[in-house]
């Protein structure tokens, strides 16, 4: 088969890889339908984290099963599946509390290399989830944002304990940040504020459900925030990016006896304690437990009830994946879908 393999900075090639198998009984193996380029996978194309060596890519996808170890249970060749970038059991203390991406046996599905057109699932009974039927093709989107970003976005805003009446910020205007913005609406959020300094993802923010847009960054973003809730701040904020700036900007724009919910993979953040104490601000966060919200995910869009794959203004062949990862290196796309 064949699949994306980045070998440096900037170098992703689409090359021969060996055929992905069982190896362990409770492993399927999958025929991609569709698969894409996150958010996260810039931190690596970029060379913010290092990259050492060749390796495969991807760590998001829908399919069809191929075929299932001897002590998969619950899934047949031929069902169409979506699944977390984390497997997991889901039978395990952590999972039983809705942390799957915690499992105590959990592994890296993007390990493997998801930018392909097979991929290897372990743990396949407590990762994948079966759609009743075989979807329609405008569904397909929907449900592949399902296996990262619209989870991450539907995290950030659970990790924040977004309910009804509201007001939400919503800091990173990315795939996740716009996925955020359709969690915080679905939640019961009144009044949701997008921050976005970008027209086409502004223009997608309040398509899903923003009330208002914020332009501004930094101290200027958290002075705006202050002068739209009457200069205490947004009872929820929702971080979807990662960076010192971004969460900065995120705890202080909540108000105090608010929450954080941070999802924005951290790279060089650090949080001063004697701000935090004075602060009153609730943080949790971490790898979203997609899988703790695939079914409910799973049905709303097949109820048409969200639509988070409008987040893909780019598609392209497999083939043509070094040029997805230019296109949103440059911003010139917000999320690349890529068919096999």
Known sequence: MRGAVLHA????????????????????????????????????????????????????????????????????????????????????????????TNCLHREFVGAGGCQAEKIRIPLADGTLVATPDQPAAEHIPSLLACSDVMGTGWYAAVAAEVRSGDTVAVVGDG??????VIAAKELGAERIIAMSRHEARQKLAREFGATDVVAERGEDGIARIKEMTAGIGADRVLECVGTAESMQQALRSTRPGGNVGFVGVPHGVAIDGTELF??????????????????????RVLTGRIN??????????????????????????????LTP
């Open 9 to 100: 900075p900037g170098d992703v090639r689409f090359e021969e890889r060996t055929d992905p198998k069982i190896i362990e009984p409770t492993d399927a193996v999958i025929r991609t339908a569709a698969t894409c380029v996150c958010g996260s996978d810039l931190w690596d194309y970029r060379g913010i984290n290092p990259v050492e060596q060749p390796t495969p890519f991807g760590h998001e996808y829908v399919g069809f099963v191929e075929d299932v170890g001897s002590d998969v249970k619950t899934l047949t060749p031929g069902q169409f599946v979506i699944g977390s970038f984390f497997a997991s059991d889901n039978t395990c203390a952590n999972c039983r509390n809705g942390y799957q």
């Open 175 to 180: 795939a996740v940040g716009l996925c955020a």
């Open 278 to 299: 004075y602060s009153h601000v609730g943080l949790r966060g971490g790898p979203a437990p997609v899988r703790a919200f695939l079914p409910d995910l799973v049905d």
């Open 308 to 337: 988070p794959g409008k987040v893909f203004d780019l598609t392209l062949p497999l083939a043509q994946v070094a040029d997805a990862y230019r296109a949103m290196d440059e911003r010139r796309a917000i999320k690349a879908l």
